[in-house]
């Protein structure tokens, strides 16, 4: 099935792909404070496909702690729909459902999750095992360098 929604004002556009139903690929909610002040809930398949399309002046690249990902941020509307890691072909990404408001996803049992005792390392390496290989439509957000920084 594919999945597809926006930030409020429809800058920022993001599908996923997955051949799991929402029931059974669950949605996770990041207790960190970032997530929490914009009450993100997050889904992320490693065997499915995330397509985001935005303009580059249009999104605004977020980073804090431990910098190792970009946190996509609509700079008109300021919602958060993605955060994104890697760069050339092996860019992946966890998609902030609430943000996006994609509707299928909202009715969920929500896991919250606690990654504050990670290392570096491990953030990375659970990232690039857990998040959802991603394109970008745009050539030059598509070479852009998403992290670690
Ligand atoms: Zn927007």
Known sequence: MKYAGACHCGKL???FETQKTPQALGVRTCQCA???AHGAVNISDPEGVTTIEC???DVERYT???RTAD???CKTCGVYIAAVIGEGDRIVSTLN???LRITEFLDIDEAPMEYGAETTEDRIARRYTKWTPTTFSDPALA??????H
Do not use: H
């Open 13 to 15: 556009k993001a599908s």
């Open 34 to 36: 970032f997530c929490r």
């Open 55 to 57: 303009a580059p002046g």
């Open 64 to 66: 804090f702690a431990l």
């Open 71 to 73: 946190f996509l941020i």
């Open 97 to 99: 459902v609430a943000g």
């Open 143 to 148: 070479a852009a360098n998403f992290g670690p």
